[in-house]
C-alpha cells in the first residue's frame, strides 16, 4: 500500500483549508505546483521545529482529467450536492483542496501563503478557511466533535480501514476520497434551546458527551442519522477532521466538515440520510441549526504520486473550453474570483 498523506494523524490544534480552481490553461503550472509541494511542506515545516506542519491536498474530478492521463481513480466524481424538502447542500467548485494542518497557526499560513503565490494567475482560491481547535474538541455548538471516530494511526487500523483506498482500486491503494462542507451555524436560535433539547439534536450529552439511551436518543438525532448499519451487521465508518471557524465581525460561526472515506459512498450514504431523510426522520435535526454553504468531493492521491506524477493527458483533453472547466452547479464565482461566501449569513431554509 501507497504511505498515505498525513489522514490518519491526530488532528492538531490549528488548520487552514484552501479550495482552488484552476484556469483553463494553467495546468501546467498546478502540476508544478503539486510536485513541489512536498518540498515546500519540508522547507516551511523544518524552520518550524514542533510544529508537525502536514499538508492533505485533493484533487477534484474535473481537474484529475485536465492535469493526468493514463487511470483514473475508480471512484472519483463531482459532488452530487442534495435537495431536501427542507435543507440544501449545495455543490461548489473546486479543483485542488489543500487541507494544511500543524501546531499553530503561523506554520499554517506560511505554506498557505506559498500555496498561493504559486497559483497567482492561473488559479482562483474560491475558498479560505481559518480552523481551529475549541475547548475541549467542541465544535461551536458546545459539543465535543470526533468522539466516534475510528481510531489508529496504521492502514490497518479501524481509522485506517474507514479511510484508505485498499485492494480494490490498486492503482491507488493508499489515498483516499474526502468531502469538505462549510457549514454555519445559526447560534442565536441554538442559544434559545435548553440544553436537553440541544442534546436530543445531537444524541449525546453536552457536558460529559455521553451516547443517549437508545430509548432517550430522537431517530433525528445528528449521531441517530449517521450511524449507518449493514444489513450484516457491520457499521460504515468515515474519518472527520472536523475544524470550528468563525468571524466575529461577520456574525459567522460555523463547522468546517472534513469526512475522509475509502470510498466516497459511505460519506454520501450519511448526506443522503441527513438531507434527505431516513425511514423514521424527515432530516437531521442538526441542520435546522447549520446551513451548508459549500461542498465538493476530492481524491487524496497517497503521499508518493507527488514525487512522480502521472504523465499529462493527451494534448487534445487538456484544456476545456474556456467557462466550462470544473465548473459545477453551485454559486458563480464573482468578479474576483471568489465564491462570495466569505460573508454569507445563514440563508432561510
Ligand atoms: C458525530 C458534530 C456534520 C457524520 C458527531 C458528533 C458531533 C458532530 C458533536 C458527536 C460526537 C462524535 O462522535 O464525533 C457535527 C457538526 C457538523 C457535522 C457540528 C456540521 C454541522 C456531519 C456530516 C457528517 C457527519 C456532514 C457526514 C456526512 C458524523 C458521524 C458521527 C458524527 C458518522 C458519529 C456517529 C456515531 O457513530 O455515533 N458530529 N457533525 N457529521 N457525525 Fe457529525
Redesign the pocket.
Known amino acids: 500500500m501507497g504511505q498515505p498523506q498525513p489522514i490518519l494523524e491526530p488532528l492538531t490544534p490549528a488548520a487552514h483549508f484552501l479550495v482552488a480552481t484552476i484556469e483553463p490553461g494553467g495546468e501546467a503550472v498546478a502540476r508544478d505546483l503539486l510536485a513541489e509541494l512536498p518540498g515546500l511542506r519540508r522547507a516551511i515545516g523544518f524552520r518550524l521545529p514542533g510544529a508537525g506542519l502536514g499538508c492533505i491536498t485533493g484533487i477534484g474530478s474535473a481537474a484529475w482529467d485536465r492535469l493526468f492521463g493514463g487511470p483514473r481513480p475508480a471512484e472519483l466524481h463531482e459532488f452530487p450536492g442534495y435537495d431536501g424538502p427542507l435543507h440544501h447542500a449545495p455543490a461548489t467548485p473546486g479543483d485542488l483542496l489543500f487541507h494544511i494542518r500543524a501546531q499553530a497557526h503561523d506554520a499554517c499560513f506560511e505554506l498557505a501563503m506559498a500555496i498561493g503565490d504559486r497559483l497567482a494567475g492561473v488559479g482562483a482560491i474560491v475558498d479560505e478557511t481559518v480552523g481551529f481547535r475549541y475547548f475541549e474538541q467542541r465544535?461551536?455548538?458546545g459539543?465535543?466533535?470526533?468522539?466516534?471516530?475510528p481510531e489508529g494511526a496504521f492502514p490497518d487500523s479501524a481509522a485506517g480501514v474507514a479511510a484508505l483506498i485498499g485492494a480494490g482500486d490498486p492503482d491507488f491503494t493508499g489515498g483516499s476520497y474526502v468531502?469538505v462542507?462549510k457549514?454555519l451555524?445559526d447560534l442565536p436560535a441554538w442559544r434559545a434551546l435548553p440544553v436537553q433539547e440541544q442534546e436530543r439534536v445531537?444524541?449525546?450529552t453536552k457536558l460529559e458527551?455521553f451516547?443517549l439511551d437508545e430509548a432517550d436518543k430522537p431517530a433525528d438525532s445528528?449521531?441517530a442519522v449517521?450511524?449507518?448499519i449493514e444489513p450484516d451487521g457491520t457499521?460504515r465508518?468515515?474519518l472527520?477532521a472536523?475544524m470550528p471557524f468563525g468571524s466575529i465581525r461577520e456574525g459567522e460561526f460555523g463547522?468546517y466538515?472534513v469526512?475522509y472515506s475509502a470510498t466516497p459512498r459511505t460519506?454520501e450514504i450519511?448526506?443522503e440520510r441527513?438531507f434527505l431523510g431516513t425511514d423514521e426522520a424527515t432530516h437531521d435535526r442538526?441542520?435546522d441549526f447549520?446551513t451548508?454553504v459549500t461542498g465538493t468531493l476530492f481524491f487524496v492521491p497517497p503521499q508518493d504520486f507527488f514525487d512522480d506524477l502521472p504523465a499529462p493527458p493527451a494534448a487534445d483533453t487538456a484544456v476545456e473550453p474556456a467557462g466550462k472547466a470544473a465548473v459545477q452547479p453551485g454559486p458563480a464565482p464573482s468578479a474576483d474570483g471568489s465564491l462570495g461566501i466569505g460573508t454569507l449569513k445563514r440563508s432561510s431554509t
Open positions: 465544535d461551536l455548538l459539543f465535543v466533535d470526533g468522539t466516534e471516530n468531502i462542507q457549514y451555524h445531537i444524541g449525546r458527551d451516547e445528528h449521531i449517521n450511524q449507518v457499521e465508518e468515515i472527520r472536523n463547522t466538515f469526512g460519506t450519511m448526506l441527513m442538526i441542520l447549520s451548508a
